[in-house]
């Protein structure tokens, strides 16, 4: 199983991006994807859900109202598109995917940075 991250990058305040999780070697449409975050000093934080088929859709309140979780199952891909980014959204990004309590994967991480 393999989920690698992209998008990651520096952006003004106010700014956009587009984080990219492509996966492989999994059922992609049985599992939850998750984007979690890590700011340095910080512990592991959730960031946006979306279910297997898209249906359902989880955000931090941090986030809510800015950043939108989405997925492709034909593509095995999960995006998220994050929009007016303070600089309180700076971290590494991780792309999480999850089917019951025992088939857990990461990956390597993306990092955002958000600074003028």
């Known amino acids: 199983v393999q989920l690698v991250e992209s998008g990651g990058g520096l952006v003004q305040p106010g700014g956009s991006l587009r984080l990219s999780c492509e996966a492989s070697?999994?059922?992609?449409?049985?599992?939850?994807m998750t984007w979690y975050r890590q700011a340095p000093g910080k512990e592991r934080e959730l960031v946006a859900s979306i279910s297997s088929f898209g249906r359902n859709t989880n955000y931090a309140d941090s986030v809510k109202g800015r950043f939108t979780v989405s997925r492709d199952n034909s593509k095995k891909m999960v995006y998220l598109q994050m929009n007016s980014l303070k600089p309180e959204d700076t971290a590494v990004y991780y792309c999480n995917a999850r089917r019951g309590a025992k088939l857990d994967y990461w990956g390597q991480g993306t990092q955002v940075t958000v600074s003028s």
């Open positions: 070697g999994l059922a992609f449409s049985s599992y939850v």
